[in-house]
């Protein structure tokens, strides 16, 4: 079982920067792929990025490239999520999500647990 729980949400300008935490608890970290999804509301939960579990591997959505970063640091079982460059449109909840098999995994089934969400909220 993994427990994950995110943080470092918050309300922002448009062209700020905000970076997400996810700890997860579990015994060993490394094992597991971790994934960022949002969901705005009225609108379906996407994927956001993902990263490899030796860190080698990331991959995002289009309209985060050269916007967000993925990072991950498995001495302190944690993922990151810098977020520069805020728009209006990415105002969402961020979940952390986990899975064992592959960093390559960009839908929602794919993940086997997940966090409670944060909220961001960028302002124009």
């Known amino acids: 079982q993994v427990q994950l729980v995110e943080s470092g949400g918050g309300l922002v300008q448009a062209g700020g920067s905000l970076r997400l935490s996810c700890a997860a608890s579990?015994?060993?970290?490394?094992?597991?792929?971790m994934g960022w999804f949002r969901q705005a509301p009225g609108k379906v939960r996407e994927f956001v990025s993902s990263i490899s579990w030796g860190s080698a591997k990331s991959l995002y959505t289009d309209s985060v490239k050269g916007r967000f970063t993925i990072s991950r640091d498995n001495a302190k079982n944690t993922v990151y999520l810098q977020m520069n460059s805020l728009k209006p449109e990415d105002t969402a909840v961020y979940y952390c999500?986990?899975?064992?098999?592959?960093?390559?995994?960009?839908?929602?089934?794919?993940?086997?647990?997940w966090g409670q969400g944060t909220q961001v909220t960028v302002s124009s």
């Open positions: 579990v015994r060993t970290f490394s094992p597991y792929c």
């Open positions: 999500a986990a899975q064992r098999t592959t960093w390559e995994i960009t839908i929602r089934e794919g993940y086997t647990y």
